[in-house]
């Protein structure tokens, strides 16, 4: 299987798909393989809980409940509407538009390799992907619904009562909601872009020189990218302060802590696909990568909590245009073309 592992999970034949309504109807695809949990060789195994190991029916399932409005009070989106697979399940406004098209509070971010991420939501508040699911569904200005009354609403559905069977031994119910779409979601799992291929599988030929170029920058001490995004999903998963504003309508990290220390400080996202996932930042207030290789050159504004590898850079402009050409390196555009991440149309 080439770079993948040999424990990944496949489909023979035809993949039950459904669509994104309250009405669950099955679609036959043409007969096809269909890989569905595919880890690079180079990246550490997905931490699936023991509650809520990887299975076939887990995975249907969840991907069914991702898709559907039924989810939301009105029924007008649901978590696909903000997390768009051709964007890296990103979104392509500043702030998405929860039920009813209310004005949400935060830039959506890329679900790339989401199952790795130790917590949850821009400002860390939650330890598990399972209760992150929760999270869309009961703030007011995206679902503004409750999961109890989504089992109610689905409680005569057959497919998904079948399905809960299936995949948990159990009725329809939150338990099964959350753990299923999380099972979902860690399947999202991007790991072949240029960058990848040029690193981990030995093809000098993957980058151009003024990739090459920008990725020595990025690594290097001059420019301190790699202090925040490092790893292999380009990320410590801190929370920083990087001079984007001098005052914020969000307070990020100290909404969970309480701490003056971690005022306006969010987490530190991956940096894979980061090209299909403009606007950037936690409000998406700069709208190209190279708006924001400009900002970090300029070395942002003034702010008590701002990270102290935020400094002005004095990069050339040809420097500049060669890190935002490694920037776009790391799409993966195998990964955002999927079928078996799109929903029916």
């Not at 001059?222 to 801190?238: D, I, K, L, P, V």
Request: charged share 25%; proline share 5%.
């Amino acid at each position: 299987m080439g770079i993948f592992r040999i424990h990944s999970v496949f489909i023979l034949g035809s993949l039950l798909v459904f669509s994104a309504c309250k009405k669950v109807e099955k679609t036959s695809l043409p007969e096809q393989k269909v890989d569905l949990l595919s880890i690079p060789d180079y990246f550490p195994p997905i931490p699936f809980p023991s509650d809520n190991t990887f299975t076939e029916e887990r995975w249907t399932l969840g991907k069914a409940l991702f898709y559907d409005k039924a989810l939301s009070r009105n029924e007008t989106v649901s978590c696909g509407s903000c997390h768009k697979p051709h964007l890296a399940f990103s979104d392509d406004v500043a702030v998405s538009l929860g039920d009813l098209n209310t004005l949400g509070r935060s830039n959506a971010p890329s679900l790339t390799n989401i199952g790795y991420n130790p917590y949850f939501t821009r400002a860390g508040g939650v330890p598990t992907l399972e209760m992150q699911v929760n999270v869309p569904i009961q703030e007011h200005d995206e679902f503004n619904f409750n999961i109890v009354d989504i089992v109610e609403r689905l409680k005569d559905n057959a497919y998904y009562q079948d399905a809960s069977l299936k995949a948990y031994n159990r009725d329809l119910d939150p338990y099964v909601i959350t753990r299923a779409i999380a099972t979902f979601e860690r399947s999202i799992i991007s790991g072949n872009s240029p960058y990848d291929k040029f690193t981990y599988q030995n093809k000098p030929e993957a980058l151009s020189t003024a990739e090459k170029k920008g990725m020595d920058l990025f690594f290097s001490s001059r420019t301190n990218c790699s202090e925040c995004h490092s790893g292999f999903n380009f990320s410590t998963y801190a929370f920083e302060n990087n001079g984007l504003h001098e005052r914020y309508s969000d307070s990020g990290r100290m909404r969970i802590t309480k701490a003056e220390s971690d005022r306006d400080k969010f987490k530190v996202p991956t940096l894979r696909n980061v090209e299909l996932t403009s606007p950037y930042m936690h409000d998406g207030s700069l709208k190209t990568l190279t708006e924001v290789v400009e900002h970090y050159n300029t070395g942002g504004v003034n702010h008590k909590n701002k990270s102290q590898f935020i400094k002005a850079l004095q990069l050339t402009e040809e420097e500049k245009t060669n890190l935002v050409a490694f920037l776009k390196s790391l799409t993966d555009y195998e990964f955002a073309n999927q079928s078996k991440y799109k929903p029916e149309q």
